[in-house]
């Protein structure tokens, strides 16, 4: 039986800046030349998600007013399926404005945006420039460290919990807040990060990473990475890593 992997794509009509559906389209090619399935549904305003029917859940990035409606109803309408998700083990992938849903709330102003509760963090819009550039961070994945390349453009700073563990560990950039250090969340198969560009087609191997995770494999057929090789070390050259 062929093994698929079924993605759930949290507003893709909304949350999809900086070319995040890029995202989507580099899991599907990374599935296809190996001969793995692949199965993408979309889940939008007021639509309901099962948490047993997808293996790795994503949202993108989005403007202020969109994120502001998404994060009224992934709070309301998404919130129970998605912490039922987390706590299966499912991946839940979220990139700059969907990650700052993943946790409790997004200050900005007088505005309070609701967060879902998947992990133990805060971003609040603080005055002073917007974080804005290309950026590198070091990563553990499961005891294989890797350089992670992407570009960041966000007003607001995350500020994780006492016991969340970040991603990873800003080698070039700015990161959750310009000023401790780390770049994005990782609590389990719940993740986290404020890096675009998109994400997956410049880290390839993360992309196999998170495939892998999702199916429960312990690795995946390696392929000719040459083009995604060269993506890779043109996106760690910007960032002067």
Request: aromatic share 6%; proline share 3%; with cysteine.
């Amino acid at each position: 039986m062929l093994r698929e992997l079924r993605v759930c794509a949290l507003y893709p009509d909304l949350m999809n800046i900086y070319a995040d559906r890029g995202n989507l389209l580099m899991l599907q090619r990374r599935c296809a030349w190996r001969g793995l399935g692949f199965r993408l549904d979309a889940a939008g305003l007021g639509e309901t998600v099962d948490s047993d029917a997808h293996d790795l859940f994503y949202v993108g990035g989005g403007q202020d007013r969109d994120q502001a409606l998404c994060a009224r109803d992934m709070a309301t309408v998404k919130r129970d399926a998605l912490h039922a998700a987390a706590d299966a083990g499912k991946v839940v992938l979220a990139v700059c404005g969907g990650y700052q849903l993943l946790g409790h709330s997004y200050e900005l102003g007088d505005e309070e945006l609701p967060g879902v509760g998947l992990v133990d963090l805060r971003t609040i819009r603080e005055p002073g420039s917007r974080l804005i550039g290309n950026v590198a961070i070091e990563v553990d994945l499961d005891g294989a460290v890797a350089v992670l390349a992407g570009f960041e453009n966000h007003g607001g700073r995350t500020y994780l919990g006492a016991r969340e563990q970040p991603l990873g560990r800003v080698l070039r950039g700015h990161g959750n807040n310009g000023r401790d250090g780390f770049e994005g969340v990782r609590r389990g198969n719940v993740i986290g990060t404020y890096l675009h560009g998109p994400l997956l087609p410049k880290n390839a191997r993360f992309a196999d990473w998170l495939i892998a995770t999702a199916l429960g494999l312990g690795g995946l057929d390696p392929l000719d990475d040459v083009l995604e090789d060269e993506a890779h070390a043109e996106a760690r050259a910007a960032a002067g890593v």
